[in-house]
C-alpha cells in the first residue's frame, strides 16, 4: 500500500489572499469555489500535490520545518526579481559566484520558500 500527497497544507491568516499570492507565484487559479473570508482556499496544480491554505488563529512564530523549492521555466534571477514584485520579501541570498546556489524568500506571511535554478541553467552549468 501507499499514499499520495493530495495536498500541501499552509496554516495561514487569510486562507484567500496567500491562495492569491501563490496562485500569481504558479499562474494557477485559486478554485472557482473560494472565495475571499473563506477558511480554506485550494490553488490546484496540473501535476503533483495542490496549494491548500488554511485559516488558523495563531500567527506564525518559527521558521518552516517544511518548505516549497521552486524551479521556474524562466531563470532564477528573473524569477526572484518577479517574485520580489509581487510581494514576496527577500530572507537570504545563497547564490555562489558560480552561478549556482539558490535564493530563500517568504510569502507575504511569512512563510519561507526557495528558488532555485532552471533547468536550462542546471544544464548549462552542469
Not at 95 to 105: H, S, Y
Request: charged letters at 25%; proline letters at 8%; a negative charge.
Amino acid at each position: 500500500m501507499t499514499s499520495l500527497v493530495h495536498h500541501i497544507t499552509v496554516d495561514c491568516k487569510d486562507a484567500y489572499a496567500l491562495a492569491g499570492f501563490w496562485s500569481r507565484v504558479t499562474g494557477q487559479p485559486i478554485s472557482e469555489h473560494d472565495h475571499p473570508g473563506d477558511p480554506e482556499a485550494l490553488v490546484a496544480l496540473p501535476e503533483g500535490p495542490g496549494l491548500l491554505f488554511i485559516q488558523v488563529p495563531e500567527p506564525k512564530s518559527v521558521k518552516n520545518r517544511v518548505h516549497l523549492d521552486l524551479q521556474p521555466d524562466t531563470t532564477r534571477d528573473a524569477e526572484v526579481e518577479r517574485l520580489l514584485g509581487i510581494g514576496a520579501a527577500l530572507v537570504s541570498d545563497m547564490r555562489r559566484p558560480d552561478g549556482t546556489g539558490w535564493v530563500v524568500l517568504a510569502d507575504p506571511e511569512g512563510n519561507e520558500f526557495c528558488v532555485e535554478r532552471s533547468a536550462a541553467e542546471r544544464a548549462q552549468q552542469g
